[in-house]
Each structure stands twice: as C-alpha cells, then as structure tokens.
C-alpha cells in the first residue's frame, strides 16, 4: 500500500487532544473525542490492508492476526508491565485488587467490558485506573475478530458490494448508539455493538469506490470542514456532552473527509498540513504516547489526590513525550522490522504466552486480595454506613423491584403526623441514619422509597437497570395511595449531569397535581477517591484534627439543579458542610464518609442535623432543680 504521511498526521490530531485533555492543560475539554478519530482511521487502514491481500492472493487470519500482535502487542506489554510494577508499589491493596481485576481483563482484551460495569469513564475515581485507557484497544481487538471474516465473505460472495453490504450495519450500529445515549450511556461508550460504526466507516471510505476529489476549490472546502467538525468537538465538547451517538458525528465524518480528500491530486491546504514533519513524527509515536500517557496521570493523580496545575500539566506531557519516544524506538521499531528468525508461528506463539502470563499475573492479584501484605502501616476500616439503609426492603440494590418494598417496613420515624416520603438512589439512603438519631426532632413519620442507581427521575432509563422506570413510577402511585403530604428528592445528581439535569422537571410536573411539599436536596460531598486512602495519604495524624479536602465536582451544579426545582423547595448542602470547595471528610478520628461519597454513619447525624428538612429544632437541655439546702446553710442564715 501507498505510504499516506496525512493519515500519520491525522493519528497526531487524534492523540493530542487526547493527551492535552487527559493532563489537565485547559482548553481541550473535549479531547476524548480524539479516540473516534483512531477508530476511524484504524478502520480505513485494516480495510485497505484487508482489499490489499484479497486482491494479491494473500489473505490469510492468521497473517492477519500475525500482523496484529507484531503491530499492537510489544508496546502494549512493556508499558502494561511496568505499570504493573509501579502499580504494586504505590496503590494500597483495594486499588491494587481494582487494578489486578483490570490486568486480566485487559490481557484478554476485554477491559472495555470491565470498565463498563466497573466505573464510568467521567467518574472520579476512573482516574486510579492506570489501564482504563486500554478500553478503545478492546474495542478494536474485538472489531477485528469479525471484520477480516466479513471482507472475505463480502469479495468472495457478494462481488464485492461493500457499501451495500456495510451500510446496514453502519445504519444499526449508529441507530444503537443514539439510542443508547440516553437510555444505557455508559455502555454506549464502551461497547462494540455502538462503536462499530465509527470503525466501520472508515472501513467504508477504503472499500467503497468513491470518487475522487479533482477540484481545488472543492478539495479545500472539504478539508478544512474536516478539520472546522473534529475542531469543533475538541474545543466545545465536555464531560457533560451525550456521548458516543450523535455528537460522534463532528470527529468521525471531519476524520473521514480529511482521509477522503487526503487522496486528491488537487492537495488541499489541510492534506499539506497533516504532511507537515512535525504533525507525521508525532503521528508515527501516536501509539506508544496514547500507551503511556495515561499510567502517568493515573499515578500522578494518585500521589497528588488533586488536579495537576498548569505547569504540571505540562510536565505530564513531555513526560508523556520521551517516554513515548522511547518506546517507539527501542520497543515498535524493533518489533515491526521483519526478521527471518521470528516465523508467523513463533510470533503467534509469543503473542498466546504473552495473553497468559499477564492474564495470570492478574488472577493472582486478584486471588491474594491485592497483596495487603506490602502496606503494613494501612489497615483500611470497616467504617458503618450503608449496613443501617434497610437493605432489601426499604433500598433496593441488586434488583431494584418495587413489589420488595412495604410502607410498614420502611417507617424510619414513627409519628401520628403527616407523611412524607424519601425517594432516590443511595444519595437519598445515606440519609436514613442521621433520619432516625434525630427522629425526635422529626414530627412527621417518613418513608424510604430507594434503589441504587435508581435517581428520582420520572423519565429515567437505565440499560443496566431496566426496572428503574417502573420503580419510579410506583413512586406516584405510593404518594396516592399513602396521602403523601411531603416527597424528598435526593441523588447523585453528578451522573445526571451527562443526560441532562432539565429531567427534574418531569418528576416535578408529575407531582404536581397531586398537591404535596416537595423539597429537592442538592448534591452532596463527593471525592476524589475513599476518604481512607485521602487520609492516609494527606490526613492529619493529631487525633483532634479536622481533615478536610477537596469536592471533585464543580459546585455550581447546585445553581442549575435549583433552577430546575423551580417552585419546589431546594436546599444545598454544601453550605452546611463546607467552607468553599473543601469539606470536612474526618472529624477527631471519626470517618464522615464511608467511601468517596457516601455519608458514614457520623456523616448523615451530622448533615441531617445541619441541613434535612423537616427537622425541628433541638430540645432545649432541661433546667437542673434547684439543690436543696443544707440544714446548717440554713441556720446560718438564721
């Protein structure tokens, strides 16, 4: 095949978006889109490479897969085995478990799976996970399974009508993803079934026989709206864009024009400046440096349990750099130069051993509980807080069916009063215990209505939790049913974030004919990881101390959460328990926090006290009776 510098320069605009974004330089706040750009482009390069055998009679899966481990599996190994070393050395033994359960899953090029049931890519403490950047790998590794079987089918079956026989499933695979946006949007970013498409279109762009692009004018307006779509994604898009579905769209049709036009004679400005040394020489490290980068933020985050500053942020990148360099030179280099002595057999071999021997360093991790053995001077506590939610019964978690739920099981005050009800996830739970330490101060009698993952959102959808939408609906019929007189909105309102906190609204609209008080709690503390790794590593060792640090979440999340409260009450807990972005997370030894986020036992007596509505205030202390006098106090008075 042709060598295409353009293509090399295009894998430069893809990974550095990625790296800026990842190390905390502002400005690429939707850097991530960068990874749809390798799709594409690994798509239309395995197709060609795929056309290219058919057609000169070589095709063959094993060459193919041959071809693969001697692209992808050197670099991908040594950077997962150092990791692995500092891994060891660093983290504590629940993170190292975390990152043992990733080792194997990522040696079997499975990590996106894990990663979708494990923890969100946006969330707060996927930043610890030194190998969730091997997700997009995954990916691609179970795209190739499928896609060298397909191309021969298609040239040997089908006369070669490939965008007949692709689009369809493009069409399916994109119709998915936008589906899924709302409905299932953290498996919507990991999973191949709504990323294929992406792949596939460059797959498209190199099979399908397409007309080139002869004149200038033309050429130049199509390269530089390639460029103005994957510009616009890097520089407007952010954590809270819907992502992958229809915003994917601006970095995977801006790759595939740029592509596209790149093989004009006409040679737009665009095409030249994607040939430029500089944007080819970083294209050509743009594997390694996408390998590397991520275990140095993921480590720099774990010593520092903070945001890298400005300066930082750039050392992370020339850090990113050499190490990138490095790895290009002495480690791909190497390995894609043919050599006589290392046979197709040889090479699958190796790369068989290599998927065991890390696939069992994994295993063993997991089976010695993270080797807690290396951190003597840690004992992670057993800290109460989720045990008092009334598990089963009152908060649904494994299965979140409302017919489990009963209002004479799930009184957490008793009182002749009026009734009110505490709907939501386990952001609503953690309330329960610091609801009954002050039930005396509480006249009216309260009811748990609570699921995990379960947010009070009359319109919410979960793919991982279809049952969601009936509980919440059940939620009406209670309040009905019961005469609510009060309702209590409580969530992580953080993951409602990427679907649009404006669903409030419809929960809202819902309650409104049915005349009770509602009262909307906004977000409350969340870290940046557990408050024992945060103590251990930045706490105070005097015993009186108040350790506090930093919410990871932007604060003004509780402004626009109030704004769509509208006429309902809205309170913010931050106030209460906060002096501007840091929050007490340890008080005179005493855990307020069980995890990263949830109230401890402590913590919800403390914030239901300074903040839940419906509570009273606290009895005033009785009066002691005056002492009686003594006989001869008495007489001396006489």
Same mark, same amino acid.
């Given at each position: ?11 430069a ?10 190390s905390g ?6 850097? #991530?889109?960068?990874?749809?750009v $390798?799709?594409?482009? %690994? +798509? @239309?390069?395995i /197709?060609? &490479?795929?056309?290219?055998? =058919? ?23 040594v ?29 079997? #090029?499975?990590?996106?799976?894990? $990663?979708?049931?494990? %923890? +969100? @890519?946006?969330? /707060?403490? &996927?930043?610890?996970?030194? =190998? ?31 965008l ?68 616009f ?40 400046i994607l040939?430029?040394?500089p944007?080819?020489g ?37 850090a990113?750099?050499i ?27 190796g ?22 053995g ?10 109460a ?56 101060r ?24 279809p ?19 009060t ?29 009770t ?42 402004a ?36 990263a ?28 009776s ?11 008075l006489?």
């Open positions: 095949m042709k060598y295409r510098p353009d293509v090399d320069g295009l894998r605009v893809a990974i550095l978006p990625v790296l800026l974004f990842h330089v502002s400005g690429f706040s939707g850097g #991530f889109v960068g990874v749809d $390798f799709f594409v482009i %690994s +798509g @239309y390069v /197709a060609l &490479s795929l056309l290219n055998d =058919l057609e000169n009679g070589k095709f063959s899966i094993l060459r193919f897969y041959a071809k693969r481990v001697r692209r992808i599996f050197p670099a991908l190994f950077t997962v085995a150092i990791t692995c070393v500092i891994a060891y050395l660093l983290f504590i033994p629940s993170y190292f478990l975390d990152f043992s359960k990733s080792l194997l899953a990522t040696s079997i #090029f499975m990590s996106n799976m894990y $990663f979708w049931k494990a %923890s +969100g @890519y946006f969330a /707060a403490d &996927s930043v610890f996970s030194p =190998l969730l950047h091997t997700w997009s790998l995954s990916v691609e590794e179970q795209y190739y399974i499928f896609m060298p079987i397909a191309t021969f089918i298609i040239y040997r079956f089908f006369g070669k009508r490939w007949l026989t692709l689009l369809p499933v493009i069409l399916v695979s994109f119709v998915l993803s936008v589906y899924a946006t709302t409905t299932a949007p953290t498996a919507n970013f990991y999973v191949l079934p709504t990323r294929a498409w992406e792949l596939l279109l460059g797959a498209a762009l190199a099979l399908g026989m397409i007309p080139m692009v002869r004149s200038r004018w033309l050429a130049e307006a199509i390269g530089f709206l390639g460029l103005g779509l994957i510009a994604a890097v520089f407007t898009f952010d954590e809270a864009t819907p992502f992958p579905g229809l915003n994917a769209l601006y970095p995977c049709l801006g790759s595939v024009l740029l592509i596209y036009v790149g093989k004009s004679p006409a040679r737009p400005l665009a095409t030249s040939s430029l040394p944007m080819v970083i294209g050509l490290i743009s594997y390694s440096l996408y390998l590397v980068h991520w275990p140095i933020v993921s480590f720099f985050r774990y010593q520092t349990l903070d945001h890298p500053t400005t300066i930082q942020a750039f050392a992370i990148v020339a990113s750099f190490l990138a360099y490095l790895s290009w030179r002495f480690v791909e280099q190497p390995f894609r130069t043919p050599n006589p002595a290392i046979t197709q057999p040889r090479l699958l071999a790369g068989v051993a290599a998927i065991v021997v890390f696939a069992a360093a994994g295993a063993v991790g997991i089976a010695s509980g993270g080797f807690p290396r951190t003597p001077d840690f004992t992670e506590q057993k800290i807080g989720h045990e008092q939610w009334n598990q089963g019964k009152c908060f649904l978690s494994n299965d979140p069916d409302y017919r489990k739920w009963s209002a004479d099981d799930c009184a957490i005050t008793q009182s002749d009063g009026p009734v009110a009800l505490l709907w939501g996830d386990s952001f609503a739970a953690q309330y329960v215990p610091g609801i009954a330490a002050n039930s005396a509480i006249p009216m009698k309260i009811l748990q209505y609570t699921a995990a993952g379960c947010p009070p959102i009359i319109s919410y959808y979960s793919y991982a939790r049952r969601c939408t009936e509980f919440n609906a059940n939620a009406l019929k209670i309040i009905k049913d019961l005469n609510i007189d309702v209590i909105l409580s969530a992580r309102w953080t993951d409602l974030q990427l679907r649009g906190l404006d669903q409030l609204e419809s929960t809202l609209a819902q309650l409104k004919p049915l005349g008080k509602v009262y909307v709690i906004g977000q409350s503390p969340q870290f940046s990881t557990s408050v024992q790794v945060i103590a251990y590593a930045k706490g105070s060792r005097e015993p009186d101390a108040v350790d506090k640090w930093k919410i990871f979440f932007d604060p003004a999340i509780n626009e959460i109030k704004h769509y409260a509208g006429a309902a009450a809205f309170i913010d807990p931050l106030p209460s328990l906060c002096s501007g972005v840091e929050c007490p997370y340890r008080e005179k030894g005493q855990y307020l926090y069980e995890d986020e949830h109230f401890s036992v402590d913590g919800s007596k403390l914030a239901v006290a300074a903040y839940f509505p419906l509570v009273g205030p606290a009895p005033l202390p009785a009066e002691p005056p002492a009686p006098v003594a006989a001869e106090t008495v007489s001396d006489r």
